[in-house]
């Protein structure tokens, strides 16, 4: 738990930095040094607030109903967030420390700093969307590493879902698919809390590596634990809905593999641990 409130915590952090270095680069534009500090000012505010609601409610339990809401429905309805939540910081942040400086360079007007911050705000959830689906493994495929074959060392973790045909009769394949959609985003927190990559989802199954670090062998295998804990919050839906508390197989394997962009191909797992 501790582990997953610092992670959200970090990058809500990571995030408001990078909002107000973003704001003051687009102040010095207006040609006058308050407006790198206004600017500043108003780009944290707005990282921090669209992060927070991000991270804690959107993709959170609160906002478990809402991502069930048609994509075209969930787009407009994040837009309006977005933009209300950017015009607010933009009035009150002008208001407390707003340089006053209208007619020496000052900014072009609401719109062009609304269309500044928006731009950013999209931008960065969806390097935040990237990562979450890719890992910290994104930074590595833009840079080209893995577009040749190198070998690396990796611990990686197969998860699989227990008693998925059974209970894909049972429910029906419409309801398994959003029983399973449900669970994919149940584990794939404490996965990216725990600094693992997903590296496919593959049916029921989710494959996440990691690189050997220390404290690396504890993490994924407390991960494992947490992902169960993260199940269980929600027993009472799960009792309702489907008549049992579902739960993973895991296995931990360890050794040498080849990745590239597209796969990735073991050559060995020297050791393993499986629980169940």
């Known amino acids: 738990m501790q582990h997953r409130t610092f992670g959200r915590l970090s990058v809500v952090g990571k995030v408001t930095l990078a909002s107000g270095l973003a704001g003051a680069a687009y102040g010095v534009f207006g040609g006058h040094a308050g407006f790198a500090r206004e600017g500043a000012v108003t780009g944290a505010a707005i990282g921090l607030l669209l992060a ?5 409610f959107l993709n959170g339990p609160p906002g478990a109903a809402i991502r069930r809401l048609p994509l075209w429905l969930l787009l407009l309805l994040r837009l309006l967030v977005y933009m209300t939540v950017i015009l607010l910081c933009l009035n009150a942040v002008d208001m407390l ?134 199940i269980e919050r929600h027993s009472a839906y799960w009792l309702r809905t489907i008549g049992n508390v579902p739960s993973f197989r895991a296995g931990l394997h360890a050794g040498p593999v080849i990745p590239r962009t597209n796969w990735m191909l073991w050559q060995s797992a020297s050791s393993r641990v499986s629980t169940s």
């Open 97 to 230: 420390v707003g340089t006053g400086s209208a007619t020496e360079g000052a900014p072009k007007g609401l719109l062009p700093d609304l269309a500044f911050s928006l731009g950013v705000a999209v931008s960065t959830n969806l390097a935040l969307i990237l990562r979450r689906l890719a890992g910290p493994s994104l930074t590595a495929l833009l840079l080209g590493r893995y577009q040749r074959a190198k070998e690396e060392t990796r611990l990686i973790l197969f998860l699989d879902l227990r008693n998925s045909t059974a209970l894909a009769e049972k429910i029906g394949d419409a309801a398994f698919l959003d029983c399973l959609d449900r669970l994919i985003f149940a584990a794939t927190e404490p996965i990216v809390a725990a600094g693992g990559e997903i590296y496919r989802y593959v049916g029921d199954e989710i494959i996440v590596t990691w690189r050997p670090r220390p404290g690396n062998p504890p993490r994924c295998a407390e991960c494992v634990f947490e992902i169960r804990r993260a």
């Open 52 to 56: 927070a609601i991000e991270i804690f």
